[in-house]
T-cell receptor, first 113, second 110 residues
Framework: AQSVSQHNHHVILSEAASLELGCNYSYGGTVNLFWYVQYPGQHLQLLLKYFSGDPLVKGIKGFEAEFIKSKFSFNLRKPSVQWSDTAEYFC???????????FGGGTRVLVKP | DAGITQSPRHKVTETGTPVTLRCHQTENHRYMYWYRQDPGHGLRLIHYSYGVKDTDKGEVSDGYSVSRSKTEDFLLTLESATSSQTSVYFCATGPGEKLFFGSGTQLSVL
């Protein structure tokens, strides 16, 4: 079974700072990778996903993620955060032939104005 | 947002009582999922369904059962609630590569 690790549980940064959240997964086969975001009091929303092709994927709200197969990693980045990016971010993995998402433990991001 | 409705939104119950949570979708999605969200654990899959009357266990299925008698409804039952089942429960629907989540049910077991 696959598993997902998110290294940082909490991140605090100021507006305009750059953000990078780490995600590593364990699974030997082909996977699809996702980042979801949960704003305070809301349900999860898809930020971006990687299935194949260019390992650098761009999502909504200026987020991007890079898939590094050799490192089993799928890190999320944003060059300049805003206060509205305060949220919890979840990395998730799914076997390419499957239909079940496995989530990481989440990273709470607080952006100070 | 996809048409996903969870009910109730909040529930407080006592240890040992049965509890049923409902997820209703209007998108005619084949797949439906129940997750629980706990601090530090992210979302963990309880059960999922791949069609009417077709269900399977997730990673934390002990103490939970599900039923799906219609495409649009997926019920999660806590057979005898325990304090460890205090959590936020999310329903999701869709093909696995594009899940839509409901607004969640906050369940407290006292």
């Amino acid at each position: 079974a696959q598993s997902v690790s998110q290294h940082n549980h909490h991140v605090i940064l100021s507006e305009a700072a750059s953000l990078e959240l780490g995600c590593n997964y364990s699974y030997g086969g082909t996977v699809n990778l996702f980042w979801y975001v949960q704003y305070p009091g809301q349900h999860l929303q898809l930020l971006l996903k990687y299935f194949s092709g260019d390992p650098l994927v761009k999502g909504i709200k200026g987020f991007e993620a890079e898939f590094i197969k050799s490192k089993f990693s799928f890190n999320l980045r944003k060059p300049s955060v805003q206060w509205s990016d305060t949220a919890e971010y979840f990395c998730a993995v799914m076997e390419a032939a499957g239909n079940k998402l496995t989530f990481g433990g989440g990273t709470r991001v607080l952006v100070k104005p | 947002d996809a048409g996903i409705t969870q009910s109730p939104r909040h529930k407080v119950t006592e240890t040992g009582t049965p509890v049923t949570l409902r997820c209703h979708q209007t998108e005619n999605h084949r797949y439906m999922y129940w997750y629980r969200q706990d601090p530090g654990h992210g979302l963990r899959l309880i059960h999922y369904s791949y069609g009417v009357k077709d269900t399977d266990k997730g990673e934390v299925s002990d103490g939970y059962s599900v039923s799906r008698s219609k495409t649009e409804d997926f019920l999660l039952t806590l057979e005898s609630a325990t304090s460890s089942q205090t959590s936020v429960y999310f329903c999701a629907t869709g093909p696995g590569e594009k899940l839509f989540f409901g607004s969640g049910t906050q369940l407290s077991v006292l």
